[in-house]
């Protein structure tokens, strides 16, 4: 993996390419690789190179810093949503966040939008930072619970039924910050109206969850 960002940087800027040239090329000393480095810029002295390469590393090892922030998350992020209702018709959302405590996280962006019709719904953005959750840490992992009452659910059906013009109720959105990529586990623990289904879809970082009426046979 090092080589590979290595070899990118040959490519980079001049700066960035005698850092790289003077690490990656083919010989036993740094004065050599300092040497070959030269050859790939019209027989610049040492000197030079070792001023330009200096200048580069700075560079590389910021970036190289992120990538490895960056490749620490991926994949490492496990997100559970459980979706529930009480004895009426609210519906709750459980979102619990489990990702690597060294790191910074930010909890996902949750977007709920109520149709309309086919094309067009009513839409509100939630920044789970603005409200209260649970978390705990074992100093390596940590786990974030986050709950969402979502609209009730018979106002929605009414409204619905009302409009008729498409099958679809209500989708939620919620859309990771922090993770490249995640595991996503779900749980339907709800007590859905007859005819009402409850479907998820993810990509990458997007987990859509969808209410929506069952066709009619």
């Known amino acids: 993996a090092f080589q590979r960002e290595m070899a ?17 090329s083919e010989a036993d ?3 050599d690789r300092l040497t070959l480095a030269a050859e790939r810029f019209d027989y610049q002295d ?12 700075r560079t590389i090892a910021g ?3 992120a990538i490895a922030a960056a490749r620490g998350r991926l994949g490492r992020e496990l997100l559970t949503l459980t979706l529930s209702s009480d004895t009426g018709s609210q519906l709750l959302l459980r979102i619990e966040q489990m990702d690597f405590a060294q ?25 789970l930072r603005d409200y209260a959750s649970r978390s705990a840490s074992d100093g390596i992992y940590r786990d974030t619970v986050h709950f969402l009452a979502l609209p009730e659910l018979g ?3 009414a409204d619905s039924d009302r409009r008729r013009r498409t099958a679809k109720i209500l989708t939620v959105a919620i859309q990771g910050r922090s993770a490249p990529a995640r595991t996503v586990t779900w749980r339907d623990e709800a007590r859905l109206p007859d005819g009402i289904v409850a479907e998820v879809m993810t ?3 997007m987990v ?6 069952k066709p009619e046979l």
């Open 8 to 24: 990118r940087y040959i490519n980079g800027s001049k700066y960035e390419a005698a850092a790289a040239l003077s690490i990656m």
């Open 103 to 127: 790191l910074h996280g930010d909890p996902p962006k949750v977007t709920v939008w109520t149709w309309l019709d086919d094309d067009n719904a009513e839409e509100a953005i939630l920044d």
């Open 29 to 31: 000393t740094v004065l």
């Open 63 to 65: 970036d190289l810093v």
């Open 46 to 57: 040492q000197r030079t190179m070792r001023r330009w390469s200096d200048r580069g590393l």
């Open 208 to 213: 859509l969850l969808t209410l929506e009426k």
């Open 203 to 205: 990509h990458r970082t």
């Open 155 to 157: 106002r929605l059906l």
